[in-house]
């Protein structure tokens, strides 16, 4: 089984600072994709950043940026220039495939507030 | 602007009500996806359909009932429910398939309490 691990349930930083989350997971699997999702307070989940497994470089989307630790299980996000905009719930989710569909296995989250 | 579009946004019903949930989207995929969210919880995976098949069922109680009429929109059936059904239903699709890296992309969701 996919077990997804966030150990921050709440995190708080100033505006323009830098912040990263944590995530470990736990799976047998050797293919396998990871994301983050933000949730807003309007609800919608917005994916954020996604790592291949395979790949060995770790990926970057603009201010947002992963640690991937195949070895340890680890796969952290890095927010830099934190921004008002970036408040939300943060969930790390591990994929697999199933039955010609994807699943998502997620954390208990992170709930990050950028003050001004 | 979400590719997911769901309604309603909000939705109250009484234990003896039935109601459905609606979600479309037009981008062509092929699997779509119920998920239920508790208050300052991760969602929790309901019914899968891939290709309109329901392929995965996670031991949802029959008081939901899932229907995919076609490759663009996805209901849920509602009826009987418990005050503890109150959440927040979420859909998703993503291309599905062989495409096994294809993320999720999440419609607003629809707020649905049970009186």
């Known amino acids: 089984a996919q077990t997804v691990t966030q150990s921050q349930p709440e995190m708080s930083v100033q505006e323009a600072e830098t912040v990263t989350l944590s995530c470990t997971y736990d799976t047998s699997e050797s293919n396998y994709y990871l994301f983050w999702y933000k949730q807003p307070p309007s609800r919608q989940m917005i994916l954020v950043i996604r790592q291949e497994a395979y790949k060995q470089q770790n990926a970057t989307e603009n201010r947002f940026s992963v640690n991937f630790q195949k070895a340890a299980k680890s796969f952290s996000l890095k927010i830099s220039d934190s921004q008002l905009g970036d408040t939300a719930m943060y969930f790390c989710?591990?994929?697999?495939?199933?039955?010609?569909?994807?699943?998502?296995?997620f954390g208990q989250g992170t709930r990050l507030t950028i003050n001004p | 602007d979400t590719e997911v579009t769901q309604t309603p946004k909000h939705l109250v019903m009484g234990m003896t009500n039935k109601k459905s949930l609606k979600c479309e989207q037009h981008?062509?995929?092929?699997?779509m996806y119920w998920y239920k969210q508790k208050a300052k919880k991760p969602p929790e995976l309901m019914f899968v359909?891939?290709?309109?098949?329901?392929?995965i069922n996670e031991s949802v109680p029959s008081r939901f009932s899932p229907e995919c009429p076609n490759s663009s929109l996805l209901n849920l059936h509602l009826h009987a429910l418990q005050p503890e059904d109150s959440a927040l239903y979420l859909c998703?699709?993503?291309?599905?398939?062989?495409?096994?890296?294809?993320?999720?992309?999440f419609g607003n969701g629809t707020r649905l309490t049970v009186t």
């Open positions: 981008m062509g995929h092929r699997a």
């Open positions: 989710a591990f994929m697999i495939s199933i039955q010609g569909a994807q699943k998502l296995v």
């Open positions: 359909y891939s290709y309109e098949k329901l392929s």
């Open positions: 998703a699709s993503s291309r599905g398939g062989l495409v096994n890296n294809s993320p999720l992309h």
